[in-house]
């Protein structure tokens, strides 16, 4: 398995922007489809977006549609979550996460996590 560290978080006004940062151990990371998700307090863990292993493809929740851009580079080891217009509903802790499927969306669908970064959206 992959070991996955997210980073980036941190405190923004809403129509702000932050960008997280998931760096990956080992070096099949490019084999690996990548996605991020989200929890927010007393809520079920969500997806975000997800990306093919080439970064060639891509899909967004419809909440993020837009305002959210997923990349990786592959040579870094690291995946990447641009968030911009942020919303107070967009609170949550993001998560990444890296399975061997596509398309994937479900969390069953990968089968290693990061310890999660949290995002804070104020009004």
């Known amino acids: 398995q992959v070991q996955l560290v997210e980073s980036g978080g941190g405190l923004v006004q809403a129509g702000g922007s932050l960008r997280l940062s998931c760096a990956a151990s080992g070096r099949t990371f490019r084999t690996y489809t990548m996605a991020w998700f989200r929890q927010a307090p007393g809520k079920e863990r969500e997806f975000v977006t997800a990306i093919n292993w080439s970064g060639s493809r891509t899909y967004y929740a419809d909440s993020v549609k837009g305002r959210f851009t997923v990349s990786r580079d592959n040579a870094k080891n690291t995946l990447y979550l641009q968030m911009n217009s942020l919303k107070p509903e967009d609170t949550a802790v993001y998560y990444c996460?890296?399975?061997?499927?596509?398309?994937?969306?479900?969390?069953?669908?990968?089968?290693?996590w990061g310890q999660g970064t949290q995002v804070t959206v104020s009004p």
């Open positions: 996460a890296a399975g061997s499927t596509w398309p994937a969306r479900l969390a069953s669908d990968f089968g290693s």
